[in-house]
């Protein structure tokens, strides 16, 4: 089994990323609008409680569909690559 080299500038570049996300408040990252806001504040927490549920069940099928390409693209990764090496070998002749 071949181990996975990342080059340095990748490593760097996702280290970078990850400290930043870390440095920026987590107000940063959400929409801040005001009416959502307001609404959510004025209902009981039954209401909230029940945005957040839904708020993880709409994450699932798109985050299962990105996973899944990924995991299949992953497993053929090296598909196309033997076919090349085949081609070439017959050009040598």
Not at 23 to 31: M, R, T
Request: aromatic share 8%; glycine share 4%.
């Amino acid at each position: 089994m071949r181990k996975l080299r990342v080059p340095k500038s990748v490593l760097v570049a996702a280290i970078a990323v990850a400290v930043l996300a870390l440095a920026l408040p987590p107000v940063a990252f959400s929409q801040g609008c005001s009416l959502c806001y307001s609404q959510a504040a004025n209902s009981g927490a039954r209401l909230i409680d029940a945005l957040r549920s839904g708020i993880v069940i709409l994450i699932i099928p798109p985050l299962s569909i990105c996973l899944g390409a990924m995991f299949f693209t992953y497993r053929k990764r090296n598909l196309f690559h033997q076919a090349d090496r085949r081609l070439e070998s017959w050009s040598d002749w």
